[in-house]
């Protein structure tokens, strides 16, 4: 999950110098994206009817005049629907966060990171379930651990600081871990550690390491057989309130650069993108829907004038940011499409 590599992060903070965007220019910016994003029959076939909701969430998880990164996550098979990751990375500091943000009941934490803003933060809203008031959290401390004890005390969560850190002690020196999260709304309400991944890797030894006994050989033979055509870029572990891992893991892949919509949709449409999520396709794990997704990626410039009668230009964009195959007791279970929709102004 790379919710928190602030690809629209380029300059720390230096957004309040300018002003920042209120929150209706945040919505509006928004809604182009959904709207592009959607067209040409995507909305039924992909997201289903939960569009409207997932402008309503957005607007509840804006917490500063920076526009966020924002993930819609959908999957390729069953119903259509949506969930919705919304973070923030170095650009949003205590000068510019809105007074009125509540960050679903986690205002201290929003706090402390906008005071601590070398390190990423956001919510994971669970649309396709029904929920709407309430998220899970994510922290990106990209490896200071320092960071975490902290912030989930302003989260009323320390209780999950010595299970995370046990798992993650026994990984960090060959599989690091960068981020934590929490889903209260979740049963068992699991603590999250994940990281990324470079190169070849050898799953067999982070489970080991991890103390990770759920899986099986099919799990590792499609595994090894998925990973001989993308390259994986994350894992992910639940953590139970007992300390103990549960049974689900999650594998991430990427096709191209988050920056370039234009290779996304060149590597689904006959590159290593269209290998993956065929063979995929072929497992019955997805259906045919993913093909509409190359031409829901774009990048998009337009001219904009400020009040006082500047001239600059905002950045739209959709490209794909990965694709997460959860397994559960060795079985994979699903496959969500992360999307990427990207503003800023230069």
């Known amino acids: 999950m790379n919710m928190y590599t602030a690809i629209t992060q380029t300059d720390n903070c230096s957004q309040k110098d300018r ?3 209120e929150r209706k220019e945040l919505n509006n910016i928004f809604r182009i994206l ?11 076939k992909l997201f289903g009817s939960q569009l409207s909701l997932v402008e309503e969430t957005f607007d509840r998880a804006l917490c500063g005049k920076v526009f966020p990164m924002v ?11 949506c969930d919705l990751e919304v973070g923030y990375g170095e650009k949003l500091c205590s000068s510019n966060v809105f007074p009125e943000a509540k960050a679903f009941g986690y ?64 990984i960090r020196k060959s599989w690091p871990s960068s981020y934590i999260g929490f889903f209260p709304e979740r049963p ?15 799953l067999m030894d982070l489970f080991k390491l991890s103390g990770f006994t759920s899986y099986g050989s099919d799990m590792m033979d499609l595994c090894r ?6 390259e ?19 594998l991430s892949f990427s096709f191209a650069p988050q920056r370039s919509p234009k290779m996304g949709a060149e590597s689904l449409r006959s590159g290593k993108g269209a290998r993956f999520m065929t063979r995929l396709q072929e497992l ?38 990965m694709v997460k195959i959860k397994f559960k007791a060795g079985i994979p279970q699903g496959v969500k499409f992360y999307l990427a929709l990207v503003s800023y102004i230069h």
């Open 188 to 202: 068992g309400s699991p603590t999250r550690l994940g990281g990324y991944i470079t190169g070849n890797p050898d």
């Open 71 to 81: 993930y819609l996550e959908i999957p390729l098979i069953g119903k259509p629907c």
């Open 19 to 21: 002003g920042g965007m």
């Open 34 to 44: 959904l709207t592009l994003v959607s067209g040409e029959g995507r909305e039924e």
């Open 107 to 170: 205002r201290k934490a929003l706090d402390y990171f906008a005071a601590n803003n070398n390190v990423g933060f956001g919510f994971s809203i669970d649309l396709s379930r029904g929920e709407t008031e309430r998220a899970g959290l994510y922290l990106q401390h990209r490896g200071n651990y320092k960071v975490i004890e902290p912030f989930l005390r302003a989260c009323g969560d320390e209780e999950r600081y010595q299970n995370y850190m046990n798992v993650s002690d026994r």
């Open 232 to 250: 994986p870029e994350d894992y992910q572990f639940d953590i139970r309130s007992d300390g103990t891992l549960s049974d689900e893991f999650g």
């Open 225 to 230: 057989e998925l990973t001989a055509i993308c």
């Open 284 to 321: 019955k794990l997805i259906d045919d829907r993913w093909n509409m997704i190359p031409d829901a990626l774009f990048a998009r410039t337009f001219p904009l004038e400020s009040e006082n009668g500047n001239k600059q230009f905002i950045a739209l964009t959709v490209s794909i940011n």
